[in-house]
């Protein structure tokens, strides 16, 4: 029954994954500069809807396609640098001491944001480096 709703399912992580990556650049930067709604409840809460649509996704598709992290290892990549993203995020907008650590903290996340998502794209843990001739050959 769920292999019936793959296309809507994965369109639906996609979706989560642009709007969770959209809202959290756009928090980051807030947080840059000084930004109040940065932080702000309403915000947050949009933030975790996001983020537990992503996942509830995820877990749906991993299920019905029948590839699971430890076992599949382009999935096992992506949750491990999932734990990294979190952490760099937390760092970025609130754990970071000063502006700088937040900023490059900021920047690091992104940068394992868009390696995830190469990852996703190209099915195997080595994402992006995939695509640089003679790198991950």
Not at 15 to 31: E, H, K, P, Q, T
Not at 92 to 114: D, E, F, H, Q, S
Request: glycine share 8%; proline share 5%; aromatic share 10%.
């Amino acid at each position: 029954m769920g292999a019936a709703f793959y296309p809507q399912i994965k369109d639906l992580h996609i979706g989560a994954v642009i709007a969770s990556g959209l809202l959290f650049s756009a928090r980051g930067i807030g947080v840059q500069a000084g930004a109040r709604w940065a932080m702000a409840r309403p915000v947050r809460l949009a933030s975790y809807l996001i983020d537990t649509t992503l996942l509830a996704a995820a877990v749906l598709l991993t299920t019905i396609v029948q590839q699971y992290p430890f076992v599949n290892g382009w999935l096992t990549a992506k949750v491990l640098l999932l734990i990294v993203y979190i952490g760099l995020g937390t760092f970025a907008l609130k754990r970071g001491r000063t502006p700088p650590v937040r900023r490059w903290c900021l920047i690091a996340a992104m940068a394992t944001y868009a390696f995830i998502i190469s990852i996703a794209i190209a099915h195997d843990p080595r994402g992006a480096l995939l695509w640089i001739p003679g790198v991950a050959a």
